[in-house]
Nanobody, 118 residues
Framework: VQLVESGGGSVQAGGSLRLSCAAS?????????RAWFRQATGKEREVVAR???????HYADSVQGRFAVSRVDANNTLYLQMDHLKPEDTAMYFC????????????WGQGTQVTVSS
């Protein structure tokens, strides 16, 4: 099972980025929930957004209304559209996949860095 993130980079506050996460090595990702986590330097890892197999979504309060998670199961890809970025969004972003009982985090990618400058 492999999860590979892309789309990170540096952007000024107020800007946008779109992260992608390609999954491979498992034929039934559609039954898994998927999630994005992030970890800033010196801080604990936190969940950013989850999307369940039935399309339900959940967002952290800090990104509600600014970020949008989506998934295309036909190509096993997860997305995170990030708008109105703030310096406090600076972190390493990880995509995950797994059953709901695992918090959608049975499998992890290597992460992609997002840096937002003021």
């Amino acid at each position: 099972v492999q999860l590979v993130e892309s789309g990170g980079g540096s952007v000024q506050a107020g800007g946008s980025l779109r992260l992608s996460c390609a999954a491979s090595g498992y034929a039934a990702y559609s039954v898994y929930c998927r999630a994005w986590f992030r970890q800033a330097t010196g801080k604990e890892r936190e969940v950013v957004a989850r999307i369940y197999s039935d399309g339900r979504t959940h967002y952290a309060d800090s990104v509600q209304g600014r970020f949008a998670v989506s998934r295309v199961d036909a190509n096993n890809t997860l997305y995170l559209q990030m708008d109105h970025l703030k310096p406090e969004d600076t972190a390493m972003y990880f995509c995950t996949a797994g059953p709901e009982v695992s918090g959608c985090s049975g499998y992890w990618g290597q992460g992609t860095q997002v840096t937002v400058s003021s």
